[in-house]
């Protein structure tokens, strides 16, 4: 068993945190732990959900069952799509990743699409870090 540790995006959280009503949930496995947010799982595929809403709803953003996928052109941390849960969405691309650190986190169109706007495809993300148990 191992566990992915991901700050998402350490500013995102903050920001929804600090707004009037603004909530990030946990479930389905996802624990808080130090800043960031820990998926349990094996080595590439974990599980648990991230829902972040603010703006009494008008904000909603659902991040489920991430996994690291090793794609032609590097890494990619894909997660349930909220769309179609049974369907996966590439999130992010990862730069770098020695099968423990990711490095060079950044939002693919269809992550930066989920945002509605403020986050562009190439915004920066929290770096994600497998732990074994």
């Known amino acids: ?7 998402v995006k350490a500013s995102l959280l903050d ?3 600090g707004r ?3 909530t990030v949930e946990l479930s389905g496995g996802a624990t808080a732990i130090e800043g960031a ?9 974990f599980r648990g959900t991230v829902t972040l809403t603010a ?4 904000l909603r953003i659902v991040i489920a069952d991430p996994a690291l ?3 032609p052109s590097g890494w990619l941390l894909e997660i349930a799509d909220p769309d179609d849960p049974s369907e996966r969405l590439p999130f992010a691309t990862i730069a770098a990743f020695d099968g423990t650190r990711a490095s060079g986190t950044a939002l693919t169109e269809a992550g930066a699409d989920l945002f ?3 986050y562009s495809r190439g915004t920066p993300l ?5 732990e074994a148990e």
């Open 1 to 7: 068993m191992s566990a992915l540790v991901w700050g």
């Open 15 to 17: 920001y929804v945190r």
């Open 20 to 22: 009037g009503g603004g």
């Open 37 to 45: 947010v820990r998926f349990p799982g094996d080595a590439r595929s």
């Open 55 to 58: 703006h009494g709803g008008m």
């Open 69 to 71: 996928v090793e794609a």
């Open 116 to 118: 509605f706007g403020p």
């Open 126 to 130: 929290d770096d994600p870090v497998v």
